[in-house]
């Protein structure tokens, strides 16, 4: 839970206990009431800690919620130029998520993507890379950008994450020869590369308080950790 020593936190905080004392008690509506008053009043009555603290978190859920569509909506442009993504360019059901190669649970929620891909001609899934586990993800990544530069970023994109344990080298160089992708040249390319599309997506992540991967944006909601496919179809049909 934030805390309450955060000044902007602790304003709206002190405007829920207004609010309750002003609904539970008529004297307050015509006194002053200052913040000695206030703590006076929870050091005697601990029962109304817990519904203070459960209002104050949602008024901050909301204000957190509002912040980040702000933001999607400012993102728009970025968003709809990634360039990796599966199902129909076209399509009006897009879901986008934050992942990375190495995460066990993007590696789990992947089939269902694909399932939804499948069963839907009108969904359109983005991938944005972000490597948040290490130097091997980050070689990840690299591999599959250059295996977009290919024209078979997905080829290697399913390689990389269906694959369990951590991504080395050599597994990169595997997975290139079985897509026709001459190995080596790919390592070059990826040791050349720069890694700019990723620092982007890392600014854009840290903008929206994304810390974990997968995280999922699905009509300007911003949904952490990894979802079933029931919940996705919820989250495609609301406004």
Do not use: W
Not at 42 to 54: G, K, Q, R, S, Y
Not at 134 to 162: C, R, T, V
Request: charged share 25%.
């Amino acid at each position: 839970m934030p805390s309450i020593k955060n000044p902007s936190i602790k304003f709206i905080f002190l405007l829920v206990v207004f609010f309750i004392f002003g609904y539970s008690f008529n004297y307050l509506i015509n006194s002053e009431t200052n913040e000695e008053e206030i703590t006076n009043y929870l050091e005697n009555h601990p029962e109304e800690i817990e519904n203070l603290i459960d209002i104050a978190e949602e008024i901050l859920i909301d204000k957190r919620n509002e912040i980040q569509k702000n933001i999607i909506d400012q993102s728009k442009l970025f968003l709809e130029n990634q360039k990796f993504y599966i199902g129909n360019p076209n399509g009006t059901k897009i879901i986008y998520e934050f992942f990375d190669y190495n995460c066990g649970y993007c590696k789990r929620v992947f089939s269902d993507l694909i399932e939804l891909v499948s069963e839907d001609k009108n969904i359109k899934i983005v991938f944005i890379e972000l490597p948040v586990l290490g130097q091997s993800s980050l070689l990840a990544s690299k591999a599959a950008y250059e295996a977009f530069n290919e024209g078979k970023y997905f080829e290697m994109h399913q390689k990389l994450i269906n694959h369990r344990g951590k991504i080395t080298i050599d597994n990169i160089k595997t997975f290139a020869s079985e897509i026709n992708i001459e190995p080596n040249l790919l390592i070059e390319k990826m040791n050349k590369l720069d890694v700019g599309f990723i620092e982007e997506n890392y600014i854009l992540a840290d903008k929206l308080d994304i810390n974990g991967t997968p995280t999922f944006i699905i009509n300007k909601n911003v949904i952490p950790g990894a979802i079933d496919k029931a919940s996705i179809l919820r989250l495609l049909s609301s406004n």
